[in-house]
């Protein structure tokens, strides 16, 4: 019309299907985003060949570089966002010092009702110095124990949303178990090596049977049939059945004798300082004919396997284990705040668990309860509270993919990461830490881990189900009762 003619829009060169080369690649219009990564198209015989712009057409120029600004500026933020790019929030201290260490400490201390518990620190610190009884000193530390784990894990929480995706994934679920952990390095200082694996067992049947039990029964009360990821859940039973065999192995060793791994043992018990007789009934209690190295072998490749269960779960198939309505609320503590209040935290955790510890064995002489059954159900039930009330409370509002996450996926951290980690750590302190947890236990984890994996097997849960979970874990309690080792009171006393 006399003038300029216009460019092209990319609506425009789209809809006449035209295609055009960029480097040798070709980009049908009609694809809309071109993808550089084709295979590039072979010239014909009279072809002339990649050109820029091609065949110096104006309308393909235009389409051509408002194609290539699109594609790089998507590209650059798809690979921001896989990178894990840091999360970004508020300064926490930018009202000043003064209103946010009165912030924190509410959320500290005033924002759950569980907080009512630390008054258990104190009076338990109390009982300890006047002497009130190791029954008492006992049930305020367990007690205790409850509000800090749970401050803990917000804590971390909290501390994680300053850093990227991945890192606070990652940092999340290594601190999963801080509470665990720190009782079982206090056990293994004195020597309560038979008190770790209990507790550990314990741990692992109270979330697969008590606490998915209990989360099926609420959630079947509200719903006639509940959903979850299949994928996720038989992914989980697998490395549970893993975790299995690395448990049965040095048991079978040393039920039926066939290990060669006496010496070894008793070598290791000797520089421990046990006396004789000790001596002699630890090598039968802690391996037998397993010997140490086949254990702390296992023990190496379970950690291994637990670092691709990381690497699965926070790289490659994170939309197994996201929730997709969970929003990412602010932060309220900051990063150096965070690292502030964890290492507090844990200050007084390690306290508590070293005071559990060490009024164990008197605590069950006086209550008159098995060593085993406090170590095995009681223990794992009231240290796991937090865990047990979260797992039902997603389950009743029919969040079944985080509430199997809180159960089996703590059962699975312990299986194949701190009880492994108790092997090496128990190695470093030169205690003949291992894995045989004798047939009784083992055979127990067997079972427990072989209904799981039929319960969880379709994808559905119901209230019979649930129900099903925890009579059988009943059963189990009822077994740890009467299940006895007359000499590990005895042994167990000269070890602290």
Known sequence: QGGQRPEPTR????????????????????????????????????????????????KLDALAKLEMEENFSSDDSELATSAGSKKVH???????????????CTEMFCNSRLNILLLCTPLCLLSDMLHWGKGATFCLAILALIPWGERISWVTEDW?????????????????????????????????????????????????????????????????????????????????VVA???????SILDATHTGTGEADVAE????????????????????????????????????ILYCMLIYFQFVTHTHLFQDADDEDEPGVLGFYGGMFWMTFITYFIWILSD??????????????????????????????????????IFAMHNKMEISLGVAVGSAVQISIFVIPLNVLLGSAMHEPM?????????????????????AVSDGKSHWLKGMTLIFAYLMIAAAFWAHSEPDLTQSVASTG
Not at 17 to 32: E, I, K
Request: charged letters at 10%.
């Open 244 to 250: 299995v065999l690395a448990l049965s192995l040095p």
């Open 160 to 240: 994680a949303k300053y850093t990227n995706e991945t890192a606070g994934g990652l940092f999340l679920a290594s601190v999963g178990n801080l509470t665990e952990i720190i009782f079982c390095l206090n056990a293994l200082q004195g020597g309560l090596l038979r008190v770790v694996q209990v507790s550990m067992l314990g741990s692992v049947l109270s979330n697969l049977l008590l606490v998915l039990g209990c989360a099926f029964v609420v959630g079947g009360t509200r719903w006639d049939e509940q959903s979850f990821n299949k994928v996720a859940a038989v992914t989980n039973s697998g490395l549970l």
């Open 434 to 454: 291992t894995l045989n947890f004798h047939i009784f236990e083992t055979t127990v984890l067997l079972v427990t881990t072989m209904g799981v994996a039929f």
């Open 355 to 392: 005071t559990v510890v060490d009024a164990l064995v008197d605590a069950s002489t006086q209550l008159g309860v098995p060593v085993l059954f406090l170590s095995g159900i009681i223990m794992p039930i009231v240290g796991n509270a937090v865990e047990h009330a979260s797992a039902v």
């Open 268 to 303: 290791n018990i000797t520089r421990a300082g046990l006396t004789a007789e000790g001596a002699s009934y630890s090598l039968h209690l802690q391996g037998g004919g397993a010997p140490l190295w086949l254990s702390r072998f296992i023990a190496t490749l379970l950690i």
């Open 90 to 104: 508020d300064d926490a201290c930018a009202d000043g010092f003064g209103p946010y260490l009165v912030r924190t």
């Open 11 to 58: 609506a425009a060169m789209s809809a006449s299907g035209l295609h055009f080369q960029t480097a040798g690649y070709v980009l049908p219009a009609s694809a809309g985003k071109p993808n550089l990564l084709a295979y590039p198209e072979s010239p014909g015989p009279n072809s002339p060949g990649p050109t820029w712009p091609p065949n110096d057409d104006p």
